[in-house]
């Protein structure tokens, strides 16, 4: 989940903020490979809403995925930020490990949400430009 007024900064998404908005050294766990589904917090807000909406329709002991359904590396994620936020801040990639255990692939099977009439309104361009916005001014 990402999107404006993160707070923990050791985080990946606010920390990459901040770290190209003050210009700093960026250094992230592994080469950035790992593939991840990013979704922008309005439509976990969302997700949420029509979870509660339609909850009757739903079994009581069902999983619900929420996501985009679509999933990018990790790398590809840190230069899209990099990029719209127009910084000269130094990438590092895999200075050090993944964490033990860290998952490789992680992707949302969104079709129960999808057939609850929810659909994400936010890509990854949209998503990434709203934050930096809000963020940077």
Not at 114 to 127: I, R
Request: charged letters at 20%; aromatic letters at 8%.
């Amino acid at each position: 989940i990402y999107g404006p007024g993160q707070l923990n900064f050791t985080a990946l998404i606010p920390g990459l903020i901040k770290t190209c908005i003050f210009k700093k050294k960026f250094i992230m766990r592994g080469n950035g490979k790992s593939v991840r589904d990013f979704i922008y917090i309005d439509d976990v807000v969302s997700a949420y809403e029509t979870i509660l909406e339609k909850n009757n329709k739903l079994d009581s002991s069902v999983n619900i995925e929420v996501g985009s359904g679509d999933a990018i590396s990790v790398r590809n994620f840190v230069k899209t930020v990099h990029q719209f936020a127009q910084s000269s801040t130094q990438l590092n990639f895999g200075v050090l490990p993944l964490r033990q255990g860290e998952p490789v692939h992680t992707q949302a099977d969104i079709s129960l949400m999808l057939s609850l009439g929810w659909t994400p309104k936010f890509d990854l361009e949209t998503g990434i430009r709203t934050t930096l916005e809000t963020e940077i001014g």
